[in-house]
């Protein structure tokens, strides 16, 4: 769907299956909206979508692929529920506007790199069930401790 009064687009998602890359580059992309069932988000799915500002990740999504929002500049939150399991690298990497990060108990490990220079970065709550982080996971975060 596109606004005709300034020529941005959302997308309603009713695919159980979307393949690697589907959306990079989507440069007028803001709103998405992905199915209840998706259980996967896969690598570099929306990878610099620069002007995308809101994704709802649904309740039974499990793991979110290699740079799948990486360069997403305009994203302020990502919604991590406690049933998502696994985060690959790069996945959030080179936000501008992301203020709070919040790792739920349910990933155990933050890959390398996972959120690499989200320069606005001012609050991160990492829950206890979290047993690793990787080198680099928040390198470039500066606004962070």
């Given at each position: 769907m596109?606004?005709?009064?300034?020529?941005?687009?959302?997308?309603?998602?009713?695919?159980?299956?979307?393949?690697?890359?589907?959306?990079?580059?989507?440069?007028?992309?803001?709103?998405?909206e992905?199915?209840?069932?998706?259980?996967?988000?896969?690598?570099?799915?929306?990878y610099?979508c620069?002007?995308?500002?809101?994704?709802?990740i649904?309740q039974?999504?499990?793991?979110?692929?290699?740079?799948?929002?990486?360069?997403?500049?305009?994203?302020?939150?990502?919604?991590?529920?406690?049933?998502?399991?696994?985060?690959?690298e790069?996945?959030?990497q080179?936000w501008?506007k992301?203020?709070?990060?919040?790792?739920p108990?349910?990933?155990?490990?933050?890959?390398?790199?996972?959120?690499?220079?989200?320069?606005s970065?001012?609050?991160?709550?990492?829950?206890?069930?979290?047993?690793?982080?990787?080198?680099?996971?928040?390198?470039?975060?500066?606004k962070?401790?």
């Amino acid at each position: 769907m596109k606004d005709e009064t300034n020529g941005d687009s959302s997308v309603g998602i009713r695919s159980l299956s979307l393949g690697v890359s589907a959306f990079n580059h989507c440069s007028n992309l803001c709103y998405v909206e992905l199915p209840e069932n998706l259980l996967r988000i896969d690598e570099r799915l929306f990878y610099s979508c620069e002007k995308l500002v809101s994704v709802d990740i649904p309740q039974r999504t499990e793991e979110i692929g290699e740079s799948a929002f990486e360069g997403c500049k305009s994203l302020e939150f990502i919604g991590l529920h406690n049933g998502i399991k696994i985060i690959r690298e790069g996945c959030f990497q080179f936000w501008d506007k992301l203020k709070i990060i919040i790792i739920p108990k349910s990933i155990k490990t933050i890959p390398i790199r996972a959120f690499r220079s989200c320069i606005s970065a001012t609050s991160l709550l990492i829950q206890e069930g979290v047993t690793e982080i990787e080198k680099e996971a928040f390198t470039g975060c500066k606004k962070l401790g």
